[in-house]
């Protein structure tokens, strides 16, 4: 796809950076786990699924704002950006340009704890107008651990996103064979270099794959339930859990005082055979009910999608793969192109699925292929 051609779709934006960005990048991007049966399946789930849209209702207008958080965040759009680590392979200008593309496009970004960008540097980027979460990972070191919540509650980060399922990286059988490492001229802006060397592994050592090595040593596996309220102890921004799939967990989840879960597989990047997040989401809503907002991540490529999500009981949306691919498209304008064209493939699926407002989306509004497939005729 050359520079000045229009981009149609967020597939357009991959096939773009399957043939420009460097193997090492793409691969380490693009993977799933194993044999990425759950990578097939986040996006076969969707086309497992069928809309059955109302008709004779007015949608001359569409409203796509949302309010999350108990009313504490209102977004313009319920899609926003998922936590990818090391978006300066994407782009030279990576975070800093999808925190710049996030604010223009009113939209939400969460912030990797692995970014290639500090947590500072991305807040000025986003600006006062912008909307910023933090994803954290909880290293073995409580005291690096309560740095980065530190400096995410000053920079005006106003939720914390704990991802509760990687305690160790997912096999990755293409950062394996390449022998996936951080080019030498990024580092995880986060991290002093001693942090990152304090168990004496650095993400640029040369083993089978740096990044698992380093998860290795780094993350603290012995996460649990009290972990949670450890970390409620010293913070007092809304917590999201982040890889929730089993409807008791959404459960326990709630009764821990959560503010939010979202239902992710980490883009199949973790536990391969877990199923795609819209097939665990109506589980974990019902599960749920409305003490919390629940979330969805995982395969999300079309408006259509997104309507499915938030039908099927989502509040929001997020998009990892997508931005990453807008990055490698044109840095910041690439990122707006990926957001701007999600959202109006939302609002034209509303308006021929007879919906004006988000308010109006409800599980009726989807059903299973099956229903067709199995039906006497
Ligand atoms: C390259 C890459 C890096 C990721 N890095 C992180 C990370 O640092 N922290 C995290 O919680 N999730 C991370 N994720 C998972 C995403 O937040 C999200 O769950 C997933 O990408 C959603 O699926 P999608 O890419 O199909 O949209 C990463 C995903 C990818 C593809
Ligand atoms: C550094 C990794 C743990 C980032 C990540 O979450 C991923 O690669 O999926």
């Known amino acids: 796809m050359a520079h000045s051609q229009i981009v149609t779709c967020i597939d357009e934006l991959e096939q773009h950076a399957r043939t420009h960005l460097p193997k090492n990048a793409f691969d380490y991007y693009s993977s799933g786990a194993n044999d990425q049966r759950t990578l097939a399946e986040n996006r076969a789930a969707f086309y497992r699924l069928r809309f059955l849209p109302r008709i004779l209702r007015d949608v001359s207008q569409v409203d796509l704002g949302v309010s999350l958080l108990n009313g504490t965040q209102t977004l313009a759009s319920p899609i926003c950006i998922a936590p990818t680590a090391m978006q300066r392979m994407a782009h030279p200008d990576g975070e800093i340009a999808t925190a710049r593309a996030a604010a223009a496009s009113e939209s939400l970004m969460i912030l990797s704890s692995w970014s290639t960008t500090s947590i500072e540097d991305v807040a000025a980027a986003n600006g006062n107008a912008g909307a910023r979460w933090f994803q954290l990972y909880v290293y073995r070191d409580r005291a690096v651990t309560a740095q980065l919540v530190k400096r995410a509650e000053q920079s005006g980060y106003t939720a914390l996103v704990l991802t509760v399922d990687t305690p160790i990286l997912g096999r990755r059988e293409a950062d394996i064979r390449n022998g996936f490492r951080l080019p030498p001229h990024l580092r995880l802006a986060n991290f002093s270099e001693t942090d990152s060397k304090a168990t004496g592994v650095s993400i640029t050592d040369k083993k089978d794959s740096g990044l698992a090595a380093y998860v290795a040593a780094q993350i603290d596996q012995t996460l649990t ?135 109006d989306l409800t599980p009726s509004l989807v059903v299973s292929a099956s229903t067709y497939t199995h039906a006497k005729l």
Not at 249 to 265: C, P, W
Not at 319 to 345: D, F, M, S
């Open 225 to 359: 339930w009290k972990d949670v309220k450890w970390l409620q102890s010293i913070t007092k921004l809304p917590i999201i859990l982040k890889g929730v799939l089993s409807p008791e967990d959404a459960t326990l989840a709630v009764d821990h005082g959560v503010q939010g879960i979202l239902v992710s597989n980490h883009g199949a990047r973790q536990l391969d055979g877990v199923p795609a997040t819209i097939e665990a989401l109506p589980g974990i809503v019902a599960a749920v009910g409305s003490r919390c907002d629940v979330y969805l991540d995982g395969g999300v490529r079309r408006g259509t999608d997104v309507l499915m999500a938030l039908a099927l009981g989502a509040k929001a949306v997020f998009v990892g793969r997508p931005v990453l691919w807008g990055l490698a498209y044109k840095g910041e304008e690439g990122v707006q192109i990926a957001l701007t064209l999600l959202q109006q493939e939302l609002k034209l699926a509303m308006q021929l699925a007879g919906c004006s407002k988000l308010a």
